[in-house]
């Protein structure tokens, strides 16, 4: 079976968030790949080690240096990558991204090619949380995400989920959509060697005319929500102590409560 | 690319931006290198540390096989023998990361992939390259260089160690002292001297009779590094294992000689790495600790060290990669020369780098202790190791004082070669020196001042060194004083010229806008540094002349230095630290 990967590149996670107006500055901003699709790529990879899967396909939706996520997934055992550049996909949200990456899986052969759509479960720029889901029910197919543990046999996948206070166990058949979290896998660092083999292996380009798709449906055209401005949040307020007795102490407490922080 | 140019050529005449290389232009696969190594260190090393300072040689030799799994030691190793085969700028930029925060972790790997290994790369023979080098490449073998001995340290050439062929094995008897990695390597490249008079070197492995490995010395800094004496007592070595096989017989100097040439670059460059990482510790600990109300980061003199840490880093870095585009040129077009002897070319700069990169680090590693105060004292905090494991530096892979008098000799032996034109340009620079007037050559631009400065440099150190060899022709090695202010001359010249050039590369190429800040540490690293270019002159000049004509040249270094005239360092010293506060980080 073949796996495909979406990932997407970032702002490093050390990034100072810096706005020139209300707009990003991008001026200074280091790129890596998205951590969380670290795990997704690595799942992929192990799969492979493993002999279930045969081959690994990387796709990311971006500008220029989405090509280096892309390496950094290569070097880390991806076999091929896939990047879509457009400057029509500019201010696309993330039902503009997932139609858009349910494009290119289709020019690569759709699901009769790939039966495990691997995503991380969250950018950590935008951080919507959405594109994986997205993208399964655009093709009709099960999503499970949040996943800690991913065992595939056959055409089923058992997929174990964290939720609050336990675990979900899901089976599933194939295709479908996997969004890993911290705890899936530890993912490796790409060895030199890789990253000299990543070199030479072939990423596929597609525009959107390759795709077929209409500018107008995507980008800031074809999107449901735009981003208005950024502000940077608050500088943290130094910390209060409350001193005294405890019957003071809990009602001056409950008075902040109250009356500052307004949150009963 | 850099632009292939003769080694120490830089004392001779000036180089253009586009011909160095510089930091900015790694290429994509360089960067994920860096990145490999510098997370590996950061993630699997440095929470370590503790464990590796306890010296658990367990951990130490686990993250050593981690990172020869990751293909970390194998950069300088040709690809015929397991390794990557990379070039100069690769390989320094993977040790620079590798060196950036756990100074006994990297000592371990630093000694492994250069000293240790690099002589069986560029003079073993084909044998020993194939039996050894996979293994070393990989990490599956830990090597070692053991060269000194407790009468021959600096003075490496007096070394005892005797080696006699006896039937098919060298019998080996005498002692080595202070041999990093004793107690955990596999393979030992020994120097020995054959019949007790020809220089050679052997391939000696852990286990061969006669072979024993002493106590650990209990050392002030590289504390969980090994450091062992080794004891030969009739230890049989088989006849195979002399390094390079019998025509190197007599020539185990050279062999010394020109991998400690590598040694020393490679030092140069872990203590840019160290470097960054005191800063960056630093930056963070001031960010957070308030006294008076305010974080101590916004106080001036606390950003004098933040912003003079990070010029002096930033300087040496650019030092560092241009010397290693430098390699990469000479490798490339001295071809028909041994790699060890293309390397040769460089090894003044080698030697520049060595001094310049631990003495730069002491510095660095001084103020990190003084902005934690009371806490860099203490062992809760990384300071106080930081300033530990620096010292070292200047002390092994030959002394900053031998280093520097290598640097003045091998000028003197390139020119009495005429390999650089240096009596020439001494020569022309003493015709021209007194009806020069610097002050007409200032042109208005970006860093003009600075460009100027270099220039001036370079004519007050070509006018010292003339007066200097005319004056004591044959004495000049003797005199130790001279030597050691030509040496620092030189340094600073190629320091300063050096993050000159790389300001004006980035202003070529992305606008003066963008080198903002870096030409901020150049003139910073200037108002430093160029006033030191005057002292060491009359230094010089004090020390061999007298009277009237003394005081004419002492006027002539007045007239070549004084015109200039250096930022205003409040300024400077805001700029530059302010954006590193911002960043929290070594940010350039
Ligand atoms: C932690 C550690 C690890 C080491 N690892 C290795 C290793 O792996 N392999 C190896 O072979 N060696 C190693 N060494 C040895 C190191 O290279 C020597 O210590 C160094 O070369 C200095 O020799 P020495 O200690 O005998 O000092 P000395 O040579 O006695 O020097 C003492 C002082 O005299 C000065 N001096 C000596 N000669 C002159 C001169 N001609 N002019 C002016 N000043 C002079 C020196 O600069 C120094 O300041 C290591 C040392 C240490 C401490
Ligand atoms: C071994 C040891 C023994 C000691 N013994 C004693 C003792 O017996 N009794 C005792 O009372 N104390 C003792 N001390 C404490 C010592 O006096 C303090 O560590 C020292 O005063 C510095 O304070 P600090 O460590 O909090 O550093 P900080 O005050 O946090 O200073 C950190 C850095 O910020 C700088 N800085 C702070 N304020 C300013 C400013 N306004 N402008 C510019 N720079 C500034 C400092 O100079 C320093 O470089 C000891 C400390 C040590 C390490």
């Not at chain 2, 371990?108 to 790369?121: C, D, E, Q, S």
């Not at chain 2, 030092?267 to 800063?279: D, E, N, P, R």
Request: aromatic letters at 8%; one cysteine or more; a negative charge.
């Amino acid at each position: 079976m073949k796996a495909i990967c979406f990932v997407k590149s970032v702002p490093d996670t050390e990034t100072r968030v810096k706005l020139a107006g209300d707009r990003l500055d991008k001026s200074e901003i280091k790129y890596i790949l998205n951590p969380y699709d670290e795990f997704a790529v690595e799942e992929a990879v192990r799969k492979k080690e493993a002999g279930i899967v045969d081959e690994i396909v990387v796709v990311s939706m971006g500008p220029a240096r989405a090509q280096e996520a892309i390496r950094s997934a290569l070097a880390m055992g991806a076999d091929r990558g896939v990047h879509i550049e457009d400057d029509s996909l500019d201010g696309s949200d993330a039902y503009a991204t997932a139609k858009v990456l349910v494009e290119a899986l289709k020019k690569e052969g759709g699901l009769d090619t790939f039966q495990l759509l691997m995503f991380g479960q969250r950018a950590i720029d935008g951080d919507t949380w959405t594109v994986p889901s997205m993208v399964a029910e655009m093709l009709g197919i099960p999503s499970v995400c949040n996943i800690v543990k991913l065992d595939i046999d056959g055409n089923k996948a058992v997929a174990v989920r964290m939720v609050e206070g336990g675990e979900e166990v899901f089976e599933v058949e194939l295709p479908a959509v996997f969004a890993g979290r911290k705890g899936l896998n530890e993912p490796r660092y790409p060895s030199l060697p890789n990253i000299m083999k990543a070199k030479r292996k072939p990423i596929n380009k597609y525009t959107l005319a390759d795709l077929g798709i209409d500018a107008g449906t995507v980008g800031k055209a074809g999107s449901f929500t735009e981003v208005l401005k950024y502000e940077l949040p608050p500088a943290r307020q130094a910390g209060r102590k409350v001193e005294g007795e405890p019957e003071e102490v809990v009602e001056e407490l409950i008075k902040f409560l109250k009356e500052e922080a307004k949150v009963l | 690319m850099a632009e292939y140019k003769k080694g120490a050529i830089f004392l001779v005449e000036g180089t253009e931006p586009q011909d160095v290389f510089i930091p900015e232009e790694f290429t994509e696969e360089q960067r994920m290198f860096a990145k490999t190594a510098e997370d590996f260190v950061k993630k699997e090393v440095i929470p370590k540390s503790d464990e590796i300072e306890k010296k658990n040689y367990d951990v130490l030799v686990s993250l050593f096989k981690q990172a020869g799994e990751l293909g970390l030691l194998g950069a300088e190793v040709p690809e015929e023998y397991g390794g990557l085969g990379l070039d100069k700028v690769s390989a320094m930029l993977i040790s620079e990361k590798l060196s950036c925060g756990q100074g006994s972790f990297a000592t371990t790997v630093m000694a492994h992939t250069g000293i240790g290994t690099l002589p069986i790369v560029y003079f073993g023979t084909e044998d020993q390259k194939q039996k050894y080098l996979p293994k070393l490449a990989t990490g599956e073998y830990i090597s070692a260089y053991a060269l000194t001995e407790t009468n021959a340290g600096s003075d490496a050439m007096n070394i005892k160690t005797k080696a006699v062929l006896d039937g098919d094995y060298w019998v080996l008897n005498g002692s080595k002292q202070f041999i990093t990695n004793a107690g955990i390597a596999d393979v030992f490249i020994v120097y020995a001297k054959v019949d007790g008079e020809k220089h050679a070197a052997f391939i000696v492995e852990k286990g061969y009779e006669g072979f024993s490995i002493g106590p650990e010395e209990h050392k002030m800094g590289i504390v969980g590094s090994s450091t062992c004496p080794l004891y030969f007592d009739n230890c049989k070595v088989p006849k195979e294992n002399l390094l390079g096989g019998e025509e190197w017989i007599g020539k185990g100097h050279l062999i010394a000689f020109n991998i400690l040439n590598i040694g020393r670059y490679k030092l140069g460059m872990a203590c840019v790495g160290s470097s960054k990482y005191a800063i960056e510790e630093a930056v963070k600990y001031a960010n957070q600790r308030k006294q008076f109300g305010v974080t101590i980061s916004s106080f001036d003199m606390i950003k004098e060290k933040i912003a003079r840490m990070t010029a002096r880093a930033w300087v040496l870095e650019s030092a560092a990669y241009r010397t290693a585009g430098l390699l990469d040129a000479g490798l490339e077009a001295l071809k028909d020369r041994s790699p060890a002897e293309a390397i040769a070319e460089y090894a003044i700069e080698c030697s520049i780098l060595k001094v310049f990169g631990s003495e730069i680090l002491d510095t660095i590693v001084d103020d990190m202790i003084q902005i934690y105060g009371g806490y860099g004292y203490t062992e809760e905090y990384p300071a106080a190791r930081a300033y530990r494991d620096s010292r070292i530096n200047r002390i092994f892979e030959g002394t900053n004082e031998i280093n520097r008098l290598v640097i003045v000799a091998m000028l003197g032996r390139k020119a009495m070669k005429n390999e650089i034109p240096l009596v020439q340009a001494a020569t022309q620079v003493g015709k021209e020196i007194l009806t020069l007037m610097p002050m007409s050559l200032l042109k208005p631009g970006f860093l003009a001042e600075e460009k100027l400065a270099v220039e001036m440099a370079r004519k007050l150190l070509l006018m010292v060194a003339g007066l200097a060899t005319q004056k004591l022709k044959d004495k000049l090695r003797d005199e130790q004083i001279v030597v050691e202010a030509l040496a620092d001359m030189v340094i600073d010249l190629y320091a300063m010229e050096s993050g000159l050039l790389r300001a004006l590369k980035i202003a070529q190429e992305q606008g003066e806008e963008k080198a903002k800040y870096q030409a901020a540490m150049v003139r910073y690293f200037f108002y430093e540094t160029f006033p030191k270019m005057a002292l060491n002159a009359n230094k010089v000049l004090c020390s061999i002349e007298s009277g009237d004509m003394l005081r004419t040249q002492l006027s002539v270094v007045r007239k070549l230095t004084r015109w200039y005239v250096p930022g205003n360092p409040v300024e400077l010293i805001r700029t530059i630290a302010d954006k590193v506060i911002e960043e929290e980080k070594y940010c350039f």
